[in-house]
Protein backbone atom coordinates (compact mmCIF):
# COMPACT_ATOMS: atom_id res chain seq x y z
CA UNK A 1 0.00 0.00 0.00
CA UNK A 2 1.44 3.40 -1.10
CA UNK A 3 0.79 6.80 1.19
CA UNK A 4 0.05 8.97 -2.16
CA UNK A 5 1.09 7.83 -5.52
CA UNK A 6 -0.84 5.10 -7.19
CA UNK A 7 0.41 1.78 -9.37
CA UNK A 8 -0.82 1.60 -13.16
CA UNK A 9 -4.02 -0.60 -12.86
CA UNK A 10 -2.47 -2.49 -16.06
CA UNK A 11 0.77 -4.08 -16.27
CA UNK A 12 2.83 -6.99 -15.06
CA UNK A 13 6.13 -6.74 -12.55
CA UNK A 14 9.59 -7.34 -13.49
CA UNK A 15 10.89 -10.32 -11.36
CA UNK A 16 14.43 -11.46 -10.87
CA UNK A 17 16.17 -14.70 -11.38
CA UNK A 18 19.40 -15.56 -10.29
CA UNK A 19 20.33 -11.71 -11.15
CA UNK A 20 18.92 -11.79 -14.23
CA UNK A 21 15.23 -9.69 -15.07
CA UNK A 22 12.02 -11.67 -16.20
CA UNK A 23 10.67 -9.33 -18.57
CA UNK A 24 7.11 -9.18 -19.20
CA UNK A 25 5.31 -7.45 -22.48
CA UNK A 26 3.65 -4.84 -20.51
CA UNK A 27 6.24 -4.27 -17.76
CA UNK A 28 5.23 -1.18 -15.31
CA UNK A 29 8.76 0.77 -14.89
CA UNK A 30 8.65 3.52 -12.04
CA UNK A 31 10.14 6.84 -12.79
CA UNK A 32 11.60 9.61 -11.25
CA UNK A 33 11.52 13.07 -13.31
CA UNK A 34 14.21 14.41 -11.25
CA UNK A 35 15.15 18.19 -10.42
CA UNK A 36 16.62 20.96 -12.16
CA UNK A 37 17.05 20.08 -16.03
CA UNK A 38 15.12 16.63 -15.21
CA UNK A 39 11.75 18.49 -16.11
CA UNK A 40 13.12 19.20 -19.88
CA UNK A 41 15.21 15.94 -20.38
CA UNK A 42 12.17 13.26 -18.53
CA UNK A 43 9.58 14.51 -21.15
CA UNK A 44 11.70 13.92 -24.37
CA UNK A 45 13.00 10.57 -23.04
CA UNK A 46 9.49 8.95 -22.07
CA UNK A 47 8.21 10.19 -26.08
CA UNK A 48 11.28 8.78 -27.86
CA UNK A 49 10.99 5.60 -25.99
CA UNK A 50 7.05 4.87 -26.35
CA UNK A 51 7.69 5.85 -29.73
CA UNK A 52 10.23 3.52 -30.37
CA UNK A 53 8.28 0.80 -28.75
CA UNK A 54 5.30 1.37 -30.60
CA UNK A 55 7.25 1.79 -33.78
CA UNK A 56 9.38 -1.79 -32.67
CA UNK A 57 6.38 -3.73 -31.44
CA UNK A 58 3.08 -2.01 -32.42
CA UNK A 59 0.70 -3.29 -29.68
CA UNK A 60 2.48 -6.60 -28.61
CA UNK A 61 5.04 -4.41 -26.15
CA UNK A 62 4.32 -1.82 -24.30
CA UNK A 63 5.79 0.07 -21.08
CA UNK A 64 3.37 1.19 -18.68
CA UNK A 65 5.33 4.16 -16.96
CA UNK A 66 4.47 4.53 -12.42
CA UNK A 67 5.34 8.73 -11.46
CA UNK A 68 7.01 8.57 -8.44
CA UNK A 69 8.90 11.51 -6.62
CA UNK A 70 12.33 11.87 -5.39
CA UNK A 71 14.20 15.53 -4.95
CA UNK A 72 12.46 18.70 -5.26
CA UNK A 73 8.87 17.31 -6.54
CA UNK A 74 9.19 14.90 -3.94
CA UNK A 75 8.88 17.64 -1.22
CA UNK A 76 6.20 19.44 -3.19
CA UNK A 77 4.34 16.27 -3.43
CA UNK A 78 4.70 14.70 0.33
CA UNK A 79 5.77 17.85 2.40
CA UNK A 80 8.81 19.70 3.40
CA UNK A 81 12.38 17.68 3.38
CA UNK A 82 10.23 14.47 2.32
CA UNK A 83 13.07 13.94 -0.39
CA UNK A 84 12.93 10.47 -0.25
CA UNK A 85 9.99 9.60 0.73
CA UNK A 86 9.00 5.80 1.19
CA UNK A 87 6.46 5.45 -1.37
CA UNK A 88 9.40 5.56 -4.09
CA UNK A 89 11.91 3.30 -1.88
CA UNK A 90 9.04 0.82 -1.64
CA UNK A 91 7.77 1.38 -5.28
CA UNK A 92 11.49 0.40 -6.54
CA UNK A 93 12.36 -2.52 -4.70
CA UNK A 94 8.76 -3.55 -5.70
CA UNK A 95 8.90 -3.06 -9.45
CA UNK A 96 12.82 -3.72 -9.76
CA UNK A 97 13.66 -1.37 -12.92
CA UNK A 98 13.44 2.23 -12.73
CA UNK A 99 14.56 5.27 -14.61
CA UNK A 100 15.63 8.66 -13.06
CA UNK A 101 16.42 12.18 -14.15
CA UNK A 102 18.94 13.62 -12.05
CA UNK A 103 18.43 15.15 -8.39
CA UNK A 104 20.14 17.94 -6.65
CA UNK A 105 22.72 17.76 -4.05
CA UNK A 106 24.20 20.60 -1.94
CA UNK A 107 27.93 20.99 -1.69
CA UNK A 108 28.73 20.98 2.46
CA UNK A 109 25.96 21.00 4.45
CA UNK A 110 22.39 20.14 3.67
CA UNK A 111 21.11 16.40 2.89
CA UNK A 112 23.57 13.84 1.53
CA UNK A 113 23.32 12.65 -2.29
CA UNK A 114 19.17 11.21 -3.37
CA UNK A 115 21.45 9.70 -6.03
CA UNK A 116 24.18 8.06 -4.31
CA UNK A 117 21.24 6.84 -1.23
CA UNK A 118 19.12 5.28 -4.27
CA UNK A 119 22.38 3.03 -5.41
CA UNK A 120 23.10 1.98 -1.68
CA UNK A 121 20.00 1.00 -0.53
CA UNK A 122 18.94 -0.51 -3.82
CA UNK A 123 22.30 -2.36 -3.27
CA UNK A 124 23.09 -0.71 -7.12
CA UNK A 125 26.54 -2.40 -7.30
CA UNK A 126 27.42 -1.34 -10.44
CA UNK A 127 27.64 2.06 -11.91
CA UNK A 128 27.80 1.17 -15.57
CA UNK A 129 28.32 4.34 -18.51
CA UNK A 130 29.37 3.97 -22.09
CA UNK A 131 31.42 6.61 -23.38
CA UNK A 132 31.28 5.84 -27.11
CA UNK A 133 31.46 8.22 -30.44
CA UNK A 134 28.16 8.39 -32.71
CA UNK A 135 29.17 9.86 -36.02
CA UNK A 136 29.08 13.56 -36.70
CA UNK A 137 29.23 14.33 -32.82
CA UNK A 138 31.59 17.23 -32.83
CA UNK A 139 34.18 16.47 -30.10
CA UNK A 140 37.23 18.49 -28.71
CA UNK A 141 38.97 15.40 -29.69
CA UNK A 142 40.77 14.78 -32.84
CA UNK A 143 39.78 11.08 -32.82
CA UNK A 144 36.80 11.13 -30.78
CA UNK A 145 35.53 7.69 -32.37
CA UNK A 146 38.42 6.14 -31.45
CA UNK A 147 37.23 6.35 -28.21
CA UNK A 148 34.77 3.41 -27.21
CA UNK A 149 34.63 2.19 -23.23
CA UNK A 150 32.34 1.40 -20.81
CA UNK A 151 33.41 2.44 -17.00
CA UNK A 152 32.12 -0.41 -14.73
CA UNK A 153 32.05 2.10 -11.62
CA UNK A 154 31.88 0.60 -8.04
CA UNK A 155 28.87 2.07 -7.06
CA UNK A 156 27.98 1.71 -3.01
CA UNK A 157 31.63 2.04 -0.98
CA UNK A 158 34.38 3.75 -1.08
CA UNK A 159 34.23 8.02 0.58
CA UNK A 160 30.49 7.71 -1.02
CA UNK A 161 29.78 5.42 1.44
CA UNK A 162 29.43 9.34 3.28
CA UNK A 163 30.64 8.48 6.54
CA UNK A 164 32.74 11.51 7.49
CA UNK A 165 32.83 14.06 10.52
CA UNK A 166 33.10 17.80 10.47
CA UNK A 167 35.98 19.62 11.30
CA UNK A 168 36.42 20.46 14.95
CA UNK A 169 33.35 18.81 16.36
CA UNK A 170 33.40 16.72 19.48
CA UNK A 171 33.35 13.42 17.44
CA UNK A 172 35.94 14.47 14.77
CA UNK A 173 38.29 15.69 17.87
CA UNK A 174 37.64 12.43 19.41
CA UNK A 175 38.73 10.30 16.16
CA UNK A 176 41.29 12.25 16.09
CA UNK A 177 42.99 11.92 19.13
CA UNK A 178 42.52 8.34 19.36
CA UNK A 179 43.98 7.81 15.85
CA UNK A 180 47.00 10.18 17.20
CA UNK A 181 47.58 8.66 20.33
CA UNK A 182 47.08 5.00 19.90
CA UNK A 183 46.10 3.47 16.53
CA UNK A 184 49.23 5.64 14.56
CA UNK A 185 52.02 5.36 16.96
CA UNK A 186 51.17 1.79 17.11
CA UNK A 187 51.50 0.90 13.33
CA UNK A 188 55.37 1.63 12.76
CA UNK A 189 55.03 1.94 8.89
CA UNK A 190 53.14 5.43 10.13
CA UNK A 191 56.40 6.74 11.99
CA UNK A 192 55.58 9.75 13.74
CA UNK A 193 53.03 11.18 11.62
CA UNK A 194 49.92 13.30 13.04
CA UNK A 195 46.47 14.29 11.74
CA UNK A 196 46.38 18.12 11.89
CA UNK A 197 43.69 18.50 15.18
CA UNK A 198 41.43 20.88 12.98
CA UNK A 199 41.02 18.22 10.21
CA UNK A 200 37.52 16.83 9.10
CA UNK A 201 37.51 13.13 8.68
CA UNK A 202 36.39 10.62 5.90
CA UNK A 203 36.65 7.09 5.83
CA UNK A 204 37.09 5.02 2.64
CA UNK A 205 36.21 1.64 2.73
CA UNK A 206 37.42 -0.67 -0.16
CA UNK A 207 36.11 -4.33 0.30
CA UNK A 208 36.97 -7.40 -1.30
CA UNK A 209 33.45 -8.08 -1.55
CA UNK A 210 32.52 -4.99 -3.21
CA UNK A 211 35.71 -4.78 -5.55
CA UNK A 212 35.21 -8.51 -6.48
CA UNK A 213 31.36 -8.69 -6.97
CA UNK A 214 31.90 -5.47 -9.68
CA UNK A 215 35.07 -6.52 -11.25
CA UNK A 216 32.98 -10.04 -11.72
CA UNK A 217 30.46 -8.66 -13.91
CA UNK A 218 32.64 -5.97 -15.73
CA UNK A 219 34.57 -9.68 -16.98
CA UNK A 220 30.99 -10.97 -17.42
CA UNK A 221 30.29 -7.96 -20.02
CA UNK A 222 33.90 -7.95 -21.57
CA UNK A 223 33.05 -11.96 -22.87
CA UNK A 224 30.17 -10.87 -24.51
CA UNK A 225 31.77 -7.84 -26.56
CA UNK A 226 33.76 -8.62 -29.88
CA UNK A 227 37.02 -10.46 -29.11
CA UNK A 228 39.11 -7.16 -29.86
CA UNK A 229 37.25 -5.54 -26.86
CA UNK A 230 37.69 -8.39 -24.39
CA UNK A 231 39.61 -5.66 -22.14
CA UNK A 232 39.46 -4.85 -18.38
CA UNK A 233 41.62 -2.36 -16.95
CA UNK A 234 41.51 -2.16 -12.85
CA UNK A 235 42.04 1.26 -12.58
CA UNK A 236 43.31 2.39 -9.32
CA UNK A 237 45.77 4.73 -7.02
CA UNK A 238 46.93 1.91 -5.88
CA UNK A 239 51.09 3.44 -4.63
CA UNK A 240 49.29 5.96 -2.63
CA UNK A 241 46.48 4.30 -1.11
CA UNK A 242 48.10 0.71 -1.12
CA UNK A 243 45.48 -0.70 1.16
CA UNK A 244 42.11 0.60 -0.47
CA UNK A 245 42.86 1.59 -4.31
CA UNK A 246 46.05 -1.08 -4.08
CA UNK A 247 43.82 -4.00 -2.69
CA UNK A 248 41.02 -2.89 -5.55
CA UNK A 249 43.86 -3.81 -7.88
CA UNK A 250 44.60 -7.08 -6.61
CA UNK A 251 41.56 -8.61 -5.78
CA UNK A 252 41.02 -7.75 -9.39
CA UNK A 253 43.47 -9.77 -10.53
CA UNK A 254 42.90 -12.39 -7.73
CA UNK A 255 39.17 -13.03 -9.08
CA UNK A 256 39.99 -12.37 -13.08
CA UNK A 257 42.76 -15.89 -12.01
CA UNK A 258 40.66 -17.56 -10.09
CA UNK A 259 36.74 -17.41 -11.34
CA UNK A 260 37.47 -16.83 -14.37
CA UNK A 261 40.96 -18.70 -14.90
CA UNK A 262 40.18 -20.41 -18.48
CA UNK A 263 39.12 -17.03 -19.86
CA UNK A 264 40.97 -14.21 -18.45
CA UNK A 265 45.06 -13.51 -18.95
CA UNK A 266 46.54 -10.86 -17.09
CA UNK A 267 49.05 -8.63 -18.97
CA UNK A 268 52.11 -9.45 -17.16
CA UNK A 269 50.84 -13.47 -17.78
CA UNK A 270 50.62 -12.27 -21.50
CA UNK A 271 54.43 -11.21 -21.24
CA UNK A 272 55.73 -14.39 -19.84
CA UNK A 273 53.62 -16.31 -22.24
CA UNK A 274 54.49 -14.34 -25.62
CA UNK A 275 58.48 -13.80 -23.90
CA UNK A 276 58.44 -17.64 -24.48
CA UNK A 277 56.79 -18.44 -27.62
CA UNK A 278 58.83 -15.53 -29.09
CA UNK A 279 62.33 -17.38 -28.20
CA UNK A 280 61.57 -21.27 -26.89
CA UNK A 281 65.01 -21.58 -25.50
CA UNK A 282 64.53 -18.37 -23.44
CA UNK A 283 65.66 -19.11 -19.89
CA UNK A 284 63.30 -18.10 -16.62
CA UNK A 285 65.81 -15.86 -15.46
CA UNK A 286 65.82 -13.78 -19.18
CA UNK A 287 62.09 -13.89 -18.95
CA UNK A 288 62.17 -12.39 -15.69
CA UNK A 289 64.29 -9.59 -16.49
CA UNK A 290 62.18 -9.03 -19.76
CA UNK A 291 59.30 -8.77 -18.12
CA UNK A 292 60.32 -6.83 -14.66
CA UNK A 293 62.12 -3.21 -14.84
CA UNK A 294 65.01 -2.91 -12.76
CA UNK A 295 65.53 -6.76 -12.15
CA UNK A 296 69.35 -6.91 -11.85
CA UNK A 297 68.94 -3.65 -8.85
CA UNK A 298 66.61 -5.77 -6.83
CA UNK A 299 67.27 -8.24 -4.09
CA UNK A 300 68.90 -11.28 -5.38
CA UNK A 301 65.74 -12.88 -2.95
CA UNK A 302 63.21 -10.81 -4.75
CA UNK A 303 64.76 -12.10 -7.91
CA UNK A 304 63.92 -15.32 -6.90
CA UNK A 305 60.82 -14.48 -6.17
CA UNK A 306 60.26 -13.51 -9.51
CA UNK A 307 61.71 -16.16 -11.23
CA UNK A 308 59.39 -18.77 -9.45
CA UNK A 309 56.92 -16.58 -10.28
CA UNK A 310 57.43 -16.56 -13.99
CA UNK A 311 58.18 -20.76 -14.12
CA UNK A 312 55.07 -20.86 -11.92
CA UNK A 313 52.70 -19.10 -14.61
CA UNK A 314 54.60 -20.90 -17.25
CA UNK A 315 53.89 -24.34 -15.88
CA UNK A 316 50.44 -23.64 -14.88
CA UNK A 317 49.30 -21.48 -18.34
CA UNK A 318 51.07 -23.17 -20.73
CA UNK A 319 49.13 -25.56 -22.25
CA UNK A 320 46.01 -23.61 -21.09
CA UNK A 321 47.18 -20.07 -22.47
CA UNK A 322 50.64 -20.75 -24.39
CA UNK A 323 51.20 -20.86 -28.45
CA UNK A 324 48.90 -17.68 -28.29
CA UNK A 325 46.06 -19.32 -27.22
CA UNK A 326 46.38 -16.42 -24.49
CA UNK A 327 45.19 -13.80 -27.57
CA UNK A 328 41.50 -15.64 -27.65
CA UNK A 329 41.67 -14.52 -23.56
CA UNK A 330 39.89 -11.25 -21.84
CA UNK A 331 42.87 -9.06 -21.01
CA UNK A 332 42.95 -8.39 -17.82
CA UNK A 333 45.70 -5.20 -17.30
CA UNK A 334 45.46 -1.91 -14.38
CA UNK A 335 46.55 1.15 -14.48
CA UNK A 336 47.41 3.90 -12.10
CA UNK A 337 44.26 6.35 -12.43
CA UNK A 338 46.37 9.74 -13.21
CA UNK A 339 47.70 8.04 -15.77
CA UNK A 340 44.35 6.75 -17.60
CA UNK A 341 43.21 10.10 -17.80
CA UNK A 342 45.60 11.07 -20.09
CA UNK A 343 45.64 7.13 -22.06
CA UNK A 344 41.81 7.46 -23.05
CA UNK A 345 42.70 10.80 -25.08
CA UNK A 346 46.58 9.48 -25.89
CA UNK A 347 45.67 5.71 -26.82
CA UNK A 348 41.97 6.30 -26.05
CA UNK A 349 41.72 2.23 -28.92
CA UNK A 350 43.62 0.64 -26.39
CA UNK A 351 40.80 0.30 -23.63
CA UNK A 352 37.48 -1.44 -23.81
CA UNK A 353 36.22 -2.01 -19.74
CA UNK A 354 37.80 0.16 -17.26
CA UNK A 355 36.43 -1.58 -13.90
CA UNK A 356 37.07 1.34 -11.27
CA UNK A 357 36.13 2.66 -7.47
CA UNK A 358 33.51 5.17 -7.12
CA UNK A 359 35.07 8.44 -6.99
CA UNK A 360 37.75 7.72 -9.78
CA UNK A 361 34.70 6.20 -11.70
CA UNK A 362 32.90 8.87 -10.92
CA UNK A 363 35.51 11.60 -12.47
CA UNK A 364 36.59 9.38 -15.49
CA UNK A 365 33.07 8.88 -16.14
CA UNK A 366 32.33 12.99 -17.11
CA UNK A 367 35.91 13.04 -18.48
CA UNK A 368 35.42 10.34 -20.89
CA UNK A 369 32.14 11.70 -22.15
CA UNK A 370 33.40 15.00 -22.63
CA UNK A 371 35.64 13.44 -25.40
CA UNK A 372 32.86 11.73 -27.86
CA UNK A 373 30.20 15.02 -27.48
CA UNK A 374 29.99 16.17 -23.91
CA UNK A 375 27.89 15.55 -21.18
CA UNK A 376 24.68 15.88 -23.04
CA UNK A 377 26.08 12.52 -24.34
CA UNK A 378 26.46 10.24 -21.64
CA UNK A 379 24.38 7.34 -20.56
CA UNK A 380 24.23 5.50 -17.43
CA UNK A 381 22.64 2.54 -15.58
CA UNK A 382 23.23 1.26 -11.66
CA UNK A 383 23.12 -2.58 -11.68
CA UNK A 384 22.66 -4.53 -8.93
CA UNK A 385 21.26 -8.49 -8.44
CA UNK A 386 17.61 -7.50 -7.68
CA UNK A 387 17.10 -4.06 -9.33
CA UNK A 388 18.58 -1.57 -11.88
CA UNK A 389 18.31 2.08 -11.96
CA UNK A 390 18.93 3.89 -15.59
CA UNK A 391 20.00 7.78 -15.14
CA UNK A 392 22.40 9.59 -17.07
CA UNK A 393 26.21 10.48 -15.95
CA UNK A 394 25.23 14.80 -15.42
CA UNK A 395 23.33 16.36 -12.89
CA UNK A 396 20.57 18.57 -13.00
CA UNK A 397 22.44 21.68 -14.93
CA UNK A 398 20.95 24.27 -12.78
CA UNK A 399 21.28 27.25 -15.18
CA UNK A 400 19.25 25.10 -17.83
CA UNK A 401 16.54 24.49 -15.84
CA UNK A 402 13.03 24.97 -17.59
CA UNK A 403 14.31 26.42 -20.54
CA UNK A 404 13.54 23.48 -23.00
CA UNK A 405 17.41 23.58 -23.76
CA UNK A 406 19.54 21.16 -23.03
CA UNK A 407 20.62 17.76 -24.69
CA UNK A 408 18.38 15.00 -23.65
CA UNK A 409 20.30 12.19 -25.08
CA UNK A 410 22.11 11.25 -22.41
CA UNK A 411 19.00 10.13 -20.46
CA UNK A 412 17.57 9.08 -23.90
CA UNK A 413 20.48 6.64 -24.45
CA UNK A 414 19.99 5.21 -20.72
CA UNK A 415 16.52 4.82 -21.79
CA UNK A 416 18.55 2.84 -24.31
CA UNK A 417 20.22 0.88 -22.03
CA UNK A 418 16.78 0.32 -20.08
CA UNK A 419 15.68 -1.56 -23.15
CA UNK A 420 18.56 -3.20 -23.43
CA UNK A 421 18.57 -4.68 -20.24
CA UNK A 422 14.65 -5.42 -20.81
CA UNK A 423 15.68 -7.52 -23.43
CA UNK A 424 14.33 -4.74 -26.18
CA UNK A 425 17.18 -4.54 -28.51
CA UNK A 426 14.60 -4.15 -31.78
CA UNK A 427 13.01 -0.67 -30.06
CA UNK A 428 17.17 0.51 -28.22
CA UNK A 429 18.56 -0.01 -31.97
CA UNK A 430 16.06 2.13 -33.02
CA UNK A 431 16.25 5.14 -30.72
CA UNK A 432 20.37 4.51 -31.40
CA UNK A 433 19.61 5.00 -35.38
CA UNK A 434 17.33 7.96 -34.57
CA UNK A 435 19.57 9.75 -32.56
CA UNK A 436 22.74 9.03 -35.04
CA UNK A 437 20.60 10.05 -37.91
CA UNK A 438 19.41 13.91 -35.94
CA UNK A 439 23.40 14.12 -35.17
CA UNK A 440 24.67 13.58 -38.59
CA UNK A 441 22.20 15.59 -39.90
CA UNK A 442 22.90 18.76 -37.52
CA UNK A 443 19.38 18.31 -35.59
CA UNK A 444 20.79 19.35 -32.25
CA UNK A 445 20.68 20.98 -29.42
CA UNK A 446 22.77 23.82 -28.36
CA UNK A 447 25.67 22.03 -26.59
CA UNK A 448 26.92 20.05 -29.68
CA UNK A 449 25.36 23.10 -31.87
CA UNK A 450 28.32 25.18 -30.33
CA UNK A 451 30.71 22.81 -31.25
CA UNK A 452 30.31 22.56 -35.03
CA UNK A 453 32.04 24.18 -37.64
CA UNK A 454 30.27 26.06 -39.34
CA UNK A 455 27.76 26.74 -36.21
CA UNK A 456 24.68 25.69 -36.15
CA UNK A 457 22.49 28.02 -35.26
CA UNK A 458 19.76 28.15 -34.04
CA UNK A 459 20.19 24.56 -32.09
CA UNK A 460 16.89 22.55 -31.76
CA UNK A 461 15.63 22.80 -28.43
CA UNK A 462 15.29 19.94 -25.99
CA UNK A 463 11.64 18.92 -27.31
CA UNK A 464 12.51 19.10 -30.62
CA UNK A 465 16.25 17.14 -30.59
CA UNK A 466 13.20 14.17 -29.41
CA UNK A 467 11.43 14.78 -32.27
CA UNK A 468 14.04 14.74 -34.60
CA UNK A 469 15.66 11.77 -33.11
CA UNK A 470 11.84 10.26 -33.94
CA UNK A 471 11.80 11.51 -37.30
CA UNK A 472 15.04 9.41 -38.19
CA UNK A 473 14.00 6.19 -36.91
N1 LIG B 1 23.08 11.39 -10.86
C1 LIG B 1 22.73 12.61 -10.57
O1 LIG B 1 21.56 12.91 -10.38
C2 LIG B 1 23.80 13.64 -10.47
C3 LIG B 1 23.51 14.79 -9.78
N2 LIG B 1 24.43 15.79 -9.72
C4 LIG B 1 24.03 17.00 -9.02
O2 LIG B 1 23.61 17.97 -10.00
C5 LIG B 1 23.79 19.28 -9.49
C6 LIG B 1 24.46 20.18 -10.52
O3 LIG B 1 25.79 19.74 -10.71
P1 LIG B 1 26.80 20.42 -11.74
O4 LIG B 1 28.12 20.46 -11.10
O5 LIG B 1 26.22 21.66 -12.29
O6 LIG B 1 26.99 19.35 -12.90
P2 LIG B 1 25.99 18.96 -14.07
O7 LIG B 1 26.45 17.65 -14.56
O8 LIG B 1 24.59 19.07 -13.65
O9 LIG B 1 26.24 20.08 -15.19
C7 LIG B 1 27.50 20.57 -15.51
C8 LIG B 1 27.52 21.09 -16.94
O10 LIG B 1 27.48 19.99 -17.83
C9 LIG B 1 26.76 20.32 -18.99
N3 LIG B 1 25.53 19.50 -19.05
C10 LIG B 1 24.94 18.81 -18.05
N4 LIG B 1 23.85 18.20 -18.49
C11 LIG B 1 23.75 18.48 -19.81
C12 LIG B 1 22.84 18.12 -20.83
N5 LIG B 1 21.80 17.32 -20.59
N6 LIG B 1 23.03 18.63 -22.06
C13 LIG B 1 24.08 19.43 -22.33
N7 LIG B 1 24.98 19.79 -21.41
C14 LIG B 1 24.82 19.32 -20.17
C15 LIG B 1 26.43 21.80 -18.88
O11 LIG B 1 27.55 22.49 -19.39
P3 LIG B 1 27.49 23.93 -20.10
O12 LIG B 1 26.75 24.82 -19.18
O13 LIG B 1 28.92 24.28 -20.26
O14 LIG B 1 26.81 23.77 -21.41
C16 LIG B 1 26.33 21.95 -17.37
O15 LIG B 1 26.46 23.27 -16.96
C17 LIG B 1 24.59 19.12 -8.19
O16 LIG B 1 23.68 19.25 -7.13
C18 LIG B 1 25.14 17.73 -8.27
O17 LIG B 1 25.38 17.18 -7.01
C19 LIG B 1 25.64 15.70 -10.37
C20 LIG B 1 25.96 14.58 -11.06
C21 LIG B 1 25.09 13.42 -11.12
O1 LIG C 1 24.70 12.54 -6.40
C1 LIG C 1 25.27 13.54 -6.78
O2 LIG C 1 24.86 14.67 -6.53
C2 LIG C 1 26.49 13.44 -7.65
C3 LIG C 1 26.77 12.05 -8.10
C4 LIG C 1 27.62 12.01 -9.30
O3 LIG C 1 28.32 12.92 -9.65
C5 LIG C 1 27.61 10.81 -10.11
O4 LIG C 1 27.07 9.78 -9.72
O5 LIG C 1 28.19 10.84 -11.20
MG1 LIG D 1 29.45 12.48 -11.42
Known amino acids: MYDKITAPSVGTKITFKDGEPIVPDDPIIPFIRGDGTGYDIWPATQKVLEAA ?85 PSPHKYPERLDVIIYRENTEDIYLGIEWKAETETAKKLIDFLNQDLIPNTPEHGKKQIP ?75 ILSNKENNPDLSLE ?3 RQVEPGFDSVTPQRREEIIAEVKAILDTLWDSHGDGKWKQKV ?41 VGGLGMGPGANIGDQCAIFEATHGTAPKHAGLDRVNPGSLILSGVMMLEYLGWSEAAQLVEKGLAGAIAHKKVTYDLARMMTPKVDPPLKCSEFAQAIIDHF
Open 286 to 288: ENA
Open 331 to 371: MVNDRIADSIFQQIQTRPEEYSILATMNLNGDYISDAAAAL
Open 53 to 137: VKTAYGDKKKINWFKIYAGDEACEHYGQFQYLPEDTLQAIREYGVAIKGPLTTPVGGGIRSLNVALRQINDLYACVRPCRYYPGT
Open 197 to 271: LDAGIGIKPISKKGSQRLVRRAIKHALQLPENKQMVTLVHKGNIMKYTEGAFRDWGYELATTEFRQECVTERESW
